[in-house]
């Protein structure tokens, strides 16, 4: 049974791989002619476009316009690469030619019975032709197209032969094994294309020589086409429909094939690649060594199995040892990850507490930079409320003596004061408040601007001049516009606190761009810093008296910085008394 199964399954794989190498030959030959035709097919009907041919129908009887026909064509044929170009009137005579020279001459020959003009004709289009030619006696491909004139009429054919020789020498044999035959068969089962020059101009189809039709004798004149002694065997098992197996007489003795026929492109032609079925005994016999080989390892299996199952037996008591082991280590593993799980709880616990101290901590010292503020913010306030109470009075003066224009002046007036102590008031409402959500895409510009409204809030005589030196495009940067802005107000009232009783006190803000980053330069012309320009920056440092800080404000705006992937850098300056810091922040190019 085992070497039965084995000779089955050797002869249908057998089969199959012939099958395979032959569908990839036949495809890579259908794909061979494919091009061959695609590239020559457009050629006529350009030509025919030429309108010295037209003319050279018109005018048959002028010599000279027939001979720059000829001149033409021959030249048109030397691009191309065809053996013959010429042109034919309705009637299918020759009236120029490609070869208008040789002796063997295309022009005054009458084609009219060839298919290729009676197609063309016919059809008003392109067509396409095999045969040997009844001059030379050359296989050619035969490319054709009518000619119009002006009214539509057609007035003759233009055809160009193209020698299959050409095409035959790009081919090879289908496969690099012996045995392997190719043929292409026209549609009436002739072949014009073979690898065995004995297979060359024979009949395929099974008729006798006497059945075969005028029509085919016209196309290979001159030659005998012996039919071909083949049998038909059937499809093997597993193949597919277009693959028969076939017994081929020839001079040298009878051979099995297995033959797949493709139909060509375009053409009425089909392709028939023919493998030597000899290589599939030897198919079979590897399968029969291959099926005892694999009986006796199943055999071997069976047995190293069997004394495996006396080993596992006489191991499962271990085994129960071991699964009691493992199960109490297991226990003691789940106690350990239930005890790291608390752990790491606690911990994530202990880091959200953290963070939210850490925002606590910052807004307390926004608040802290209101509270130093208070005094500016009551003396901008005062001085609109002052001025408000003068203008009621005095609208109250006008209104007893009827002069309303006055009053509405006044009233104007109040308005505008009233508008700017709102600004006022909303500016620190905002810089108040917490910030909410991820970083996003903001202007360094924005954040400036409203640090310097509440900066000028505590402004008073003797306050230093601040030089905002406002780039004219959008500043963009990764950050938080209220965390940014609480760096800002923070790095100008140390400023202003720096420059307090300095003579000529000045106070610059410049950004720059620098690097794939945005830079945002405070300077001013006090003090400076104390040596060690790093202490700055630890909590609950400071040079001044407790009433104007507790030294928290530079070292939560360089937390802020680096949340926001940037720095917060402070120095003395290099070209003068004072100090600079330098806020870098991460550049977008758009707002996202």
């Not at 760096?487 to 803000?509: R, Y």
């Not at 949340?563 to 806020?583: H, I, K, M, S």
């Amino acid at each position: 049974m085992t070497l039965g199964l084995s000779w089955l399954l050797g002869d249908w794989f057998g089969y199959r791989q012939v099958e395979q190498e032959s569908l990839e030959q036949s495809f890579r030959y259908r794909q061979l002619v494919a091009n061959e035709l695609n590239r020559y097919l457009p050629i006529p009907e350009l030509m025919a476009q030429h309108p010295l041919m037209v003319r050279a129908l018109r005018h048959p009887d002028q010599p000279e316009v027939i001979l720059e026909a000829n001149q033409k064509m021959q030249r048109m044929a030397g691009i191309v690469g065809s053996s013959d170009v010429y042109l034919m009137d309705d009637s299918g005579l020759t009236v120029a030619a490609s070869n208008f020279g040789r002796r063997d001459s295309f022009v005054g020959r009458r084609f009219a019975y060839r298919p290729y003009f009676s197609d063309a004709i016919k059809s008003g289009d392109s067509a396409i032709y095999f045969a040997l030619g009844s001059t030379s006696g050359v296989r050619g491909l035969y490319f054709s197209h009518p000619l119009r004139g002006d009214d539509g009429v057609i007035l003759g054919v233009l055809a160009m032969k193209v020698q299959v020789d050409d095409l035959e020498s790009q081919w090879h044999r289908p496969l690099n094994r012996d045995g392997a035959e190719m043929v292409v068969l026209d549609s009436a089962g002739i072949s014009f294309l073979a690898s065995q020059q004995d297979w060359l101009y024979r009949d395929f189809s099974g008729r006798r020589e006497e059945q075969q039709a005028l029509e085919i004798r016209q196309r290979y004149p001159g030659r005998q086409l012996r039919a071909m002694k083949i049998h038909d065997l059937g499809r093997p098992w597993g193949v597919s429909e277009k693959s028969r197996k076939l017994s081929v007489e020839t001079s040298e003795g009878t051979r099995e094939y297995l033959s797949v026929t493709t139909p060509l492109p375009r053409l009425d032609w089909s392709l028939r690649v023919m493998v030597s079925t000899a290589r599939v005994l030897w198919t079979r016999i590897a399968f029969v060594i291959g099926g005892v080989a694999v009986y006796l390892a199943i055999l071997l299996a069976w047995l190293y199995v069997r004394e495996r199952y006396r080993r596992e037996a006489e191991l499962a008591q271990r085994g129960e040892q071991l699964e009691q082991r493992v199960a109490e280590r297991t226990a003691d593993l789940e106690r350990s990850n239930r005890q790291l799980r608390e752990e790491v709880f606690e911990r994530e616990r202990a880091q959200q507490e953290l963070r939210e101290t850490q925002q606590e901590l910052i807004q307390a010292a926004k608040l802290a930079v209101l509270g130093q503020m208070s005094a500016g913010l009551n003396h901008e306030m005062n001085q609109p409320l002052t001025a408000i109470q003068t203008y009621a009075r005095n609208s109250r003066r006008f209104l007893q003596k009827g002069t309303t224009d006055m009053v509405d002046a006044n009233l104007a007036e109040i308005i505008t004061l009233c508008d700017k102590m709102a600004e006022l008031t909303r500016q620190f409402k905002v810089f108040a408040r917490k910030s909410e959500g991820p970083p996003t895409s903001v202007d360094v510009r924005l954040a400036v601007d409203a640090a310097l409204k509440i900066v000028s809030a505590q402004r008073g005589e003797g306050t230093p001049r601040i030089r905002w030196h406002r780039p004219g495009s959008p500043v963009i940067c990764h950050g938080d516009l209220i965390r940014i802005e609480q760096v800002m107000v923070n790095l100008l009232a140390n400023a202003v606190q720096a420059v307090d009783g300095v003579d000529g006190p000045v106070i610059s803000v410049d950004i720059e761009e620098d690097d794939g980053n945005w830079r945002c330069v405070v300077r001013d012309n006090g003090t400076g810093l104390p040596a060690n320009s790093e202490q700055v920056f630890e909590p609950f440092f400071t040079t001044k008296s407790v009433k104007q800080g507790l030294g928290l404000g530079l070292s939560i705006s360089r937390q802020i910085v680096d949340a926001l992937g940037g720095t917060l850098t402070g120095f003395n300056r290099q070209d003068g008394p004072g100090a600079e810091f330098v806020v870098t922040l991460p550049k977008r190019e758009v707002m996202e």
